[in-house]
Nanobody, 125 residues
């Protein structure tokens, strides 16, 4: 059993920064991809960032490109999401996800096998 535990969410003013962390534990192995998604009440789940675990290749949608940075630490089995220049529209529950197999479509939630419980990020205007 694999567990993903997020931390680092909270309340921040617009223009501020937060760093989310996600630690993998349990029966861990080399994930192919780890990513972050977010969801607001009444809205579709949205892809935020992805990183290929071995190569470090990263992917971002236009909505966060240049503001968010995803990174990983192999030894700590941890993935990070550094969020800068936050906007009120970034307010959401952020989920850490992991894929046990290679999938080309990193922005699809169906590509992932494991999900964390989520951490709330609130950006005030």
């Amino acid at each position: 059993q694999v567990q993903l535990v997020e931390s680092g969410g909270g309340l921040v003013q617009a223009g501020g920064s937060l760093r989310l962390s996600c630690v993998a534990s349990g029966r861990t192995f080399s994930f192919f991809t780890m990513s972050w998604f977010r969801q607001c009440p009444g809205k579709e789940r949205e892809f935020v960032a992805a990183i290929r675990w071995n190569s470090g290749t990263t992917y971002y949608p236009d909505s966060v490109k240049g503001r968010f940075t995803i990174s990983r630490d192999h030894a700590k089995k941890t993935v990070y999401l550094q969020m800068n220049s936050l906007k009120p529209e970034d307010t959401a529950v952020y989920y850490c996800v992991a894929a046990a197999e290679y999938k080309s479509a990193v922005s699809s939630s169906e590509a992932y096998d494991y999900w964390g419980q989520g951490t709330q990020v609130t950006v005030s205007s």
